[in-house]
């Protein structure tokens, strides 16, 4: 009788030691993720199929690689709404300068030179214009787009050099190159955010901007330097789905990609204020609703009501944000 009084309580010490709420905190995307992926593995045999498995990682590395942007701009505690609409201006002035040069390098550099410049030009308005993010970005949103379909003339432009299909429909083994695209880049933005000065200033702009300033810290080369990034990483995106594509819609392309990368920011639990979160949780949120989405697909749901459920998610998830 006393070993098992002793036991128990040993249980109840290891479970008061034990912190549920840090743990869920932390750990709440990773959680999700698994609990979504066993259902839908229950709920459709064809789930765990390799194929399918590539496909879902296909289907995400054109949002996941601009998630990783929206990452790096949430966390210094400001928004991009722009992203979707300077994908297509990316790629309709990719796919121009493609055709004119007849070079794949000219087309895919002026893809990347005018992602960081559309972001280089919403860092400037919002740290030295001291405008919000939220009405920066809109105001590019709405430009970019205008500019997209003027060059195209409100079509698409289709690409006239046949190696330009390379850049997305190339493989490494049995990966194919816009998933390699996607693994590296978070890596890289891993170790840019964990391991360099930069990434502790953006926390620290994130976490209280008049404190980072104090600190001798130059927060409109941060600001900028933020927004460039995302600028430039919407230009990779905008090379993946042109490749892919080997065409652009300076109509359709790009939209609501901005409602794709904030709920995979918010789900993976970077914070709508900034200062707190992850690019490894960022990641987890953009396997989680490449799942949903694959999932709602194999079960014959709607794609119409895909939009609704990432609604309701980024509620849930912020509510849960201001719970903790």
Request: aromatic residues 8%; hydrophobic residues 55%; positive net charge.
């Amino acid at each position: 009788m006393a070993n098992i009084r002793t036991r128990t309580n040993e249980d109840r010490t290891l479970w008061k030691g034990i912190n549920l709420n840090w743990i869920w905190s932390e750990y709440s995307v990773l959680i999700a993720f698994i609990i979504i992926f066993a259902v839908a593995t229950i709920m459709n045999d064809r789930f765990l199929h390799f194929q399918n498995q590539m496909n879902i990682l296909m289907q995400v590395s054109t949002i996941g690689v601009i998630a990783l942007g929206m990452t790096l701009v949430m966390l210094s505690g400001g928004i991009d709404l722009s992203v979707g609409s300077v994908l297509a201006m990316a790629g309709v002035f990719s796919i121009l300068s493609l055709n004119a040069s007849e070079s794949i390098l000219v087309g895919v550099l002026t893809a990347l030179a005018v992602g960081a410049l559309a972001g280089f030009i919403n860092g400037l308005l919002v740290a030295k214009g001291k405008i919000a993010s939220f009405i920066a970005t809109l105001g590019m949103m709405a430009g970019a787009r205008s500019i997209a379909l003027y060059l195209a003339d409100g079509g698409s432009q289709a690409a006239e050099v046949g190696g330009f299909m390379y850049i997305s429909n190339s493989a490494l083994g049995a990966i194919d190159t816009p998933i390699i695209i996607f693994l590296f880049l978070t890596l890289i933005i891993y170790i840019v955010m964990q391991k360099t000065r930069f990434g502790r200033y953006v926390y620290a702009l994130g976490s209280n901007e008049k404190a980072t300033l104090l600190s001798a810290i130059r927060v409109d080369r941060i600001k900028i330097g933020v927004y460039t990034l995302c600028g430039l990483l919407v230009g990779v995106a905008a090379l993946i789905e042109t490749s892919r594509l080997n065409s652009i819609s300076s109509s359709s392309s790009g939209n609501l990609y901005e409602l794709d990368a904030i709920a995979a920011v918010i789900i993976g639990g970077t914070r709508m204020t900034g200062g707190k979160g992850k690019v490894i949780g960022t990641f987890f949120g953009v396997l989680l609703l490449g799942v949903l989405n694959n999932m709602m697909n194999l079960m014959n749901i709607s794609p119409h009501l895909q939009g609704l459920v990432k609604g309701l998610i980024i509620i849930i998830a912020v509510l849960f944000q201001k719970r903790d």
